[in-house]
């Protein structure tokens, strides 16, 4: 039993010390180690609640962006109402100057051929004043006319100043005489 010998006091020793150190360090990095799974721990914690706020701050963006497009859709809709009714306020007063234009040209003629109408009106007025001839036979209803005298003869009425048409004034009788029941 000798051949193991037991160890001598100071190895003893040596191997208590070496132990103990041993222990302090095992103590040590434990501590260590806890305190750096405390810190990760911390990190993540910190980690989970920032990605919350991020989450959070995230949501709110979106909510606020989807927010704004649809105020802006709404606006963009009301502008097209907008431009559709001026649209159509645009035409309806396109055709009302169409239909004044026309009445103004009709009007411009009336006033063009006054100086006819005015002597017409009068020959008129005077032929009421005198009344009808009485006693006279079919010759005297239609004697031929002598000079300074008017035939109303539509021939003779064309070939008056006043009232000679212009191949504009043809045109605008044409269209005056399709648009007259409709606009005046």
């Known amino acids: 039993m000798n051949a193991m010998s037991l160890p001598s006091p100071v190895q003893i020793k040596e191997a208590n010390a070496h ?4 222990h302090r360090r095992v103590s040590e990095l434990e501590r260590r180690l806890e305190a750096a799974e405390n810190t990760v721990r911390e990190q993540a914690e910190s980690l989970i609640r920032k990605d919350e706020q991020l989450r959070a701050a995230t949501q709110e963006i979106r909510e606020a962006k989807e927010r704004e497009i649809s105020f802006l859709h709404e606006k963009l809709c009301k502008s097209e109402e907008t431009i559709q009714r001026f649209q159509n306020l645009v035409k309806e007063k396109d055709a009302l100057i169409g239909q004044l234009r026309h009445r103004c ?6 006033c063009k051929s006054r100086p006819l109408l005015d002597n017409m009106l009068a020959h008129m ?3 009421e004043r005198l009344g009808p001839v009485a006693g006279l036979g079919e ?4 004697p031929p006319l002598a000079d300074g005298e008017i035939n109303c003869s539509p021939e003779r ?17 044409d269209l005056e005489e399709t648009m007259f029941g409709t606009t005046v």
């Open 125 to 127: 007025a005077e032929a």
């Open 157 to 173: 009425m064309a070939n008056h100043r006043d009232f000679s048409l212009s191949e504009d004034d043809m045109d605008e009788q």
């Open 19 to 22: 132990l103990a150190a041993v």
């Open 105 to 110: 040209r009709l009007l411009d003629n009336i």
């Open 139 to 142: 010759a005297a209803r239609s």
